[in-house]
């Protein structure tokens, strides 16, 4: 990825972004008789960030946009992509689950299947920590902290 | 004198054995939260929040505070002894801290790091308790223009010196702002952007946005890269040589100046302090060449200037109720979370608790000299853990943090799309730190905005008619002027190094 893809591509979302809260904006009430309304604020924010996104934009445009500036992130190869997805995909099945299935199993199957992602088969290493960060994050922090964590089928 | 009663009443509750036994946990927490990589303050102060929920305010408080300074200090191990920042702050020790450890001399690198953090952090202590009470009666008589006008002086601070680019840092603190459109507006009470779901109208949870940011975004950084288990050099004697006292001396004074005083700027952040100390101890040394190689004054000063702001960053927290930094905002939450309001009434409404706090930080500074540097080789074991064993407990962490705040499995779903969110900033060389100060900033920016439109009837010369506002917005927009000028920018080419 250049940097002049980099700034592209950000200057195009922040214009997304701006019309976004622009557009709802305009349907909350600008000014009130006692003041500024709802719509005050937001308004003035989008137009704000409309503006970043076409400067980000235009020096994107500029013949020597990017030179001098340190090279950006790389985007991530195939392999690096689905490590950050199966992470995604772990915390996202413990939203979905923990409040059906219970904290601790949600926990334990998103912690197996993170450390298998990440390529850490070692189960001598993998069993204990995973039952530690659920069975046993909900041990100290539910049963003996009073932290409210959803309990599921054993009371985990 | 009534700040010194106060303090002593402080100290006899900072010394019950609880609330020692508290700043204990905290300072070892906070280190161990320092010196793994992918944790930064923010984020671990964050998850241990539900730690702190089961405890009474006073000690949840001075845990959180301890885990907050203790995190400034271990980020400095890593640095040292494995040229990693074990958070941003600590960048710069890595230089000749590293340059030290690679010559046998980890030992007196970490020394020099321990004994000015505690030097920084117990002057940065004394300032607060110096100041908190004529702060505290001044910032009482502020009208809403005064307050807006300081809140822009922290958001041209951070658009400043927050990145390379103030373009980016300001695209950070407006996203920020947006996203704390979200919910019931400050005013008039109407809902704004909430899409029908309730769960909105109390507005986005900071403590989710911080995880997701800082916790699950540097996850994420970190298993795309694959980060591999770290090893360390030899440490090597702790003492310091007759030599490195007298290089130290004066690093570790102007340390504790800078560190002082850019704390009580709100919005500043934390890296600037020690990359500003490090370009000081340069420019002064005789032989400014010399310094990439091991030289403790790039040590002493820049850990000094870290444990000062560290300490300052809460006066205006204590005394405004602004945070200046991300860490510190989060360190706010808490404070709500145990129903207490930070800002000038804190003093007069909690005196003993806000007191029992101020004094437990003398406390925790002692304990941390004490108790890290024997502790080093426990702290070098860690370093050793497999990333992905890390990750899952940190996820771990960052579930139960953030479900535990509103007992709410959107809030874990809102701390996914912030981790995304704070993964791709990484990706666009966006700052993260402004998007959290403006989201927890701007609700008491736009009331104070839209208060004092209330009281000129809507003419904006109100806050050019008041002394103290018109001197405030011509002190950020000085920051701004200042910005573009070289001595800023010689600072942020020293931040590059």
């Known amino acids: ?156 | 004198m009534d700040s010194l009663w106060l303090l002593a009443g402080g100290f006899a509750t900072a010394l019950q054995p609880a609330n020692l036994a508290f700043a204990f946990a905290g300072c070892l927490m906070g280190t161990l939260i320092g010196v793994l990589p992918g944790i930064g303050p923010a984020a671990g102060t964050a998850m241990l929040i539900p730690l702190a929920g089961a405890l009474d305010p006073t000690g949840a408080i001075i845990m959180l505070a301890a885990i907050y300074y203790g995190a400034m200090y271990g980020g400095t191990i890593t640095s040292v002894l494995a040229n990693t920042p074990g958070e941003a702050a600590s960048a710069v020790t890595c230089i000749d801290g590293y340059a030290m450890a690679r010559t046998g001399r980890a030992g007196p690198a970490l020394a020099i790091a321990a004994i000015g953090s505690f030097v920084g952090g117990i002057v940065a202590t004394i300032g607060l308790v110096l100041v908190a009470l004529p702060l505290t009666r001044l910032a009482l008589g502020f009208g809403p223009p005064e307050v807006f006008a300081l809140l822009a002086v922290g958001l041209a601070m951070v658009t400043a010196l927050a990145s390379r680019s103030a373009i980016r840092a300001l695209v950070a603190a407006v996203l920020g702002m947006l996203v704390a459109q979200v919910g019931i507006d400050p005013v008039m009470g109407t809902a704004r952007f909430t899409f029908g779901r309730g769960e909105l109208y109390e507005g986005v949870s900071i403590i989710a946005v911080v995880m997701g940011l800082f916790g699950l975004g540097e996850v994420l950084s970190n298993v795309e890269r694959r980060a591999a288990p770290m090893s360390a050099p030899a440490i090597g004697s702790l003492w310091l040589t007759r030599r490195d006292a007298r290089d130290s001396a004066g690093a570790v004074a102007r340390g504790t100046f800078i560190g002082f005083f850019l704390g009580l700027v709100p919005g500043l952040g934390s890296m600037v302090p020690t990359f500003l100390s490090y370009a000081v101890e340069k420019r002064l040394s005789p032989t400014p060449e010399r310094f990439g190689t091991g030289m403790i004054q790039g040590v002493a000063g820049p850990e000094t200037a870290n444990n000062a702001y560290a300490n300052a960053a809460l006066i205006p927290l204590f005394t405004l109720g602004i945070p200046s930094s991300p860490t510190i905002a989060v360190l706010m939450g808490a404070f709500m979370v145990n129903g207490l309001v930070p800002g000038p009434t804190l003093f007069t409404e909690h005196a003993t608790f806000a007191w029992a706090v101020i004094a437990s930080l003398i406390v925790g500074n002692a304990m941390l000299l004490v108790l890290n540097l024997p502790l080093v080789p426990l702290w070098v074991s860690l370093l050793r853990i497999p990333y992905p064993v890390l990750a899952c407990v940190v996820v771990a962490f960052c579930v139960i943090g953030v479900y535990s705040v509103n007992n709410s499995a959107f809030d874990v779903w809102v701390m996914l799309l912030f981790g995304v969110v704070g993964y791709a900033f990484r990706k666009l060389d966006l700052p993260v730190a402004p998007m959290v100060l403006t989201l927890v900033l701007a609700p008491l920016m736009e009331r104070t905005l839209r208060q004092s439109l209330e009281m000129s009837g809507g003419d904006m010369s109100i806050f050019l008619e008041r002394p103290l506002s018109a001197s405030l917005l011509a002190a950020a927009i000085g920051v701004l002027v200042l910005s573009a000028l070289s001595f800023l920018r010689a600072v942020r080419a020293d931040s590059e190094v």
């Open chain 1, 1 to 156: 990825m250049t940097a002049r893809a980099r700034d592209l591509g950000l200057g195009a979302a922040l214009l997304a972004i701006a019309a976004f809260f622009g557009h709802g904006a305009l349907g909350m009430r600008y000014f009130t008789s006692i003041g500024p309304g709802p719509g005050f604020f937001p308004r003035w924010l989008a137009l704000l960030l409309a503006l970043l996104g076409a400067a980000t934009l235009l020096r994107a445009l500029l013949p020597r946009a990017g030179a001098g500036e340190p090279p950006p992130e790389e985007l991530p190869g195939a392999a690096g992509a689905l490590r950050v997805l199966a992470m995604l995909g772990a915390v996202a099945f413990v939203a979905l689950a923990m409040e059906r299935i219970g904290f601790a199993p949600a926990m334990l199957v998103a912690s197996l299947a993170t450390m298998a992602a990440l390529g850490l088969r070692d189960m001598r290493v993998v069993l204990p920590v995973s039952l530690a960060a659920s069975f046993g994050a909900h041990l100290v922090f539910a049963r003996w902290l009073g932290v409210p964590l959803p309990a599921g089928w054993l009371g985990y």
